[in-house]
């Protein structure tokens, strides 16, 4: 029962992130996966045809606006919280 | 030189500057306050977004270090050289190797007492840390051992891991500090904000089958026994104490423990780890050197430094966000600078009261 409602959780989770990267630019959306590929900063740069010194830049852009939207806050309202503290634990 | 844009603060973060540039940066960060809290903010972010954006890329995926800078400076060069039909793979193996890398901190856990009745779990408790220095190059031999090997792991099927439930943190008061289980280490003279997290336990339950080819793919002569199949692993990190100041946090809590189940050996479980052909040797050598790995909780990093606290060895994890990690006496601290790296460390930790 505990591993159903855990492949539930996983589910609407997956729905939530593809909703809201549906909502992003979709170079901002294409940029995060294509770095979650694992992507290095020079092959972003290329693929997209952006300076190599803009892709950080971009990047942090994305990440920010994920975060926002993902969180449903409007940009620039919210703090970003502390990492968690299980995470600290072995950190 | 004058602060960098968040976009080069990122990219020193995830380690894509030139080396010379990676270095004057993280020397602006030693002494620029308002930089360092820009970085700790793009790394939350990033690491949000990684494990949001990794759990959908790699469902299932049970990285157990997954949102950690370790986890992410040792993937992300692996997976940055893979081409681009392997690089799902070489992610699924390097999550097996940073599961094989806290594994070592994990197991190796001291058997503060094995029971006298044979039915019963044996547990096993931290009593003290120490350092595994991984050089730029160490990570790339692993890196390139790694790719060597052959065989294709569904992660999915290297065993089960559950948690049972979410942290929850609840707020003290200074006076209820009286009623903790144990009398946590304070500054003298200053008022935090006080919490006690409830940490939910850890279920690790291997294939051994999937476990030992993976063992074998990367070269190993040892593997895991049959009879670990489908046994059942439990990491318990008792309630945790946090203190949080404008500058640092301590945290302190019991030593995590490890329930073994009836009838395995520990050493049975390190030692094909510790054994395996891909550690470089001076990642040998250090694991030779800790004569009671056993009793011992490894915190590997690229710049880390033993200590001693008022006696008790603890380790220095010297990046950006400074962190001292020591034990004593049953319990665990972990100290961290939010200052941007303007406290002594060792110092403050040995005048805490």
Partial sequence: ?????????????RMEIEDTLSRLPWRDGLLLKLRMEGRSYQELAELLDIAPASVGTMLARAMKRFRTEYEGKEAGQDEVPRRGNVIRLFG | MKCPDEGTLLGYLDREL???????????LDYCPTCSSTLRELEDVRDFASAKLGHLWEQDQACPVSGQEQGWSYIQPAIRSGKKERTKMHLKKWSIAAALILALGITAYVPSFRTAVADLLQVFRVEKVETLTLTAQDITDI?????????????????????????VERKLTR?????????PLLPAGREGD???????????????????ALLKSL?????LPQSLDGKTFKVTIADTFTARYSDFELMTGPSPELQVPPGVDIQQVLQPMINLPIWPEGVRKQLATISDLEHTLVIPGTDVEKVMINGSPGVLIKDYTPTLIWQNHGLYYILTDNSGGKLNLTELA????
């Fill in chain 2, 219 to 223: 070269g190993s002569q040892e593997t």
């Fill in chain 2, 175 to 183: 006076e209820e500090l009286s009623t903790l289980p144990f009398r």
């Fill in chain 2, 143 to 167: 890196q390139e051992a790694m790719q060597a090997g052959s065989a294709d792991i569904d992660m999915e099927s290297f065993g089960r891991i559950e948690t049972n439930g979410q942290p």
């Fill in chain 2, 194 to 212: 006080y919490s006690m997290v409830s940490v939910p336990s850890v279920e690790i339950t291997p294939q051994v089958d999937k476990v030992n």
């Fill in chain 2, 18 to 28: 030139p080396a010379d540039q990676h270095k004057k940066i993280r020397q602006h």
């Fill in chain 1, 1 to 13: 029962m505990e591993l159903m409602a855990t492949t539930m959780e996983k589910d609407l989770e």
């Fill in chain 2, 350 to 353: 040995e005048s805490l009261e």
